[in-house]
């Protein structure tokens, strides 16, 4: 009897501890979509910071609306992420200046589904100042972040365990153009294209388009070329792919223009097919473009303008890409410096810098256009919105 009681107890610790082992696998709530939203978390010339770090919001599918759930581990604002497809890693750029002998930082965190927290990793340095842009490859392997300040490309190893590896390439842009604010360059964007093993980097100050290949075996950005935008002065600051055509929406930052491109092999950045205002005709406001996305089907998109002007023009996208302005949207609210499109395409949600709301806009999914839901959700300082990626 002694000898079945102690097998009993045997086996019944070796089942809890394969119980306690075993990976718990969480997923979010099938009416929900979790958001992360970037802040800015020290004053700047630009932006008073009022934030902690990077947020979390739960979106209601359905009505659009946000419930807060928890702010990460204190970083120094984290002013645009990229989240990771497993859903796991988040990686930030710490927008600031490093100073005379030391750079900015990019930092790796770890959100967990369980308990919605998002925990620090690991920080590297940027190798440069004011870090603006940071994506991830289409392998998941690697991390691009683009240094404003600086004017330079870097490109980071992922580990196993997400953090960050110091940076295996470095890439200096050269060039400068005519805006007082073009006195050098600014690298502002950096992305791989989905499908294919290019990458663009954007650069506001040398107003062009610069072309690497990733070669993931030697952990390089290798320069393929160079590409004026056009006109001088422009400032390109972002540029969103179509889903399905090969064509690019350069957004130019200090014009207040959405530049057509084809992004085939043959032509990729070489000539425009089109060039269309984000202002109304006559409106001498200064331009203060901001941010560009497509929506997910394809037939509209979207751009913000700051300043003065603080909305969302909705254009629409016709069978060749070519663009026609369709609407407008006040972001009801000050300097609409990011804004993203939910999974589904159904809402728009609006990150007003300057009042401290995000506000989300319900999509007409025939026009594209927008309208109020009248949901707005009080977030300090927010600059970058990006929802999450797991299951």
């Not at 020290?42 to 807060?68: C, F, P, S, W």
């Not at 404003?148 to 153009?177: A, M, R």
Request: charged residues 20%; glycine residues 8%.
């Amino acid at each position: 009897m002694k000898r079945f009681m102690l097998l009993a107890l045997v086996l019944l610790f070796a089942i809890s501890c394969q119980s306690n082992n075993k990976e718990v696998v969480v997923k979010k709530s099938e009416d929900m979509e979790i958001l992360f939203v970037g802040t800015y978390t020290k004053k700047e010339g630009h932006v008073d910071g009022q934030g902690e770090g990077i947020y979390m919001y739960e979106m209601n599918k359905k009505t659009g609306a946000l419930r807060y759930l928890g702010v990460s581990d204190q970083i120094t604002s984290p002013s645009y992420l990229a989240v990771h497809e497993n859903g796991k890693w988040v990686y930030a750029v710490n927008e600031y200046d490093g100073g005379e002998e030391s750079f900015a930082s990019v930092t790796a965190l770890e959100f967990s589904a369980e308990d919605n927290s998002l925990k620090y990793l690991n920080e590297v340095s940027s190798m440069g100042q004011y870090p603006c842009y940071i994506t991830i490859d289409n392998s998941g392997g690697f991390v691009m972040a683009a240094n404003y300040v600086g004017g330079s490309v870097v490109l980071y190893p992922i580990q196993e365990d997400g953090l960050l590896l110091p940076h295996s390439s470095y890439k200096k842009h050269e060039g400068s153009s005519s805006h007082p604010r073009q006195d050098a360059a600014h690298a502002h964007q950096i992305f791989q294209h989905p499908t294919k093993d290019w990458v663009a980097a954007v650069d506001l100050g040398a107003d062009r388009i610069y072309e690497y290949k990733l070669d993931t075996l030697s952990l390089t950005l290798d320069y393929v070329g160079d590409f004026p935008n056009s006109p001088r002065m422009s400032g390109p600051r972002h540029m969103a792919l179509h889903p399905t055509l090969e064509i690019g929406y350069m957004l130019n930052e200090l014009i207040g223009t959405v530049e057509v491109f084809p992004t085939n092999d043959e032509v990729r950045f070489r000539r425009s097919l089109q060039m269309i205002s984000t202002q109304v005709e006559g409106d001498e406001r200064e331009p203060a473009s901001a941010a560009i996305k497509v929506h997910p089907n394809g037939k509209f998109l979207y751009a913000s303008n700051r300043g003065e002007i603080n909305e969302i023009v909705v254009f629409a996208i016709d069978e060749s890409g070519t663009l026609s302005v369709v609407g407008r949207q006040s972001t009801l609210g000050e300097i609409p410096r990011d804004f993203e499109i939910d999974p589904s395409g159904r809402f728009l949600l609006a990150a007003n810098q300057n009042t401290n709301t995000i506000v989300t806009f319900a999509i007409d999914q025939e026009t594209g256009a927008l309208s109020e839901t009248g949901f707005v959700a009080e977030v300090p300082t927010p600059v970058c919105l990006k929802f999450w990626t797991g299951n």
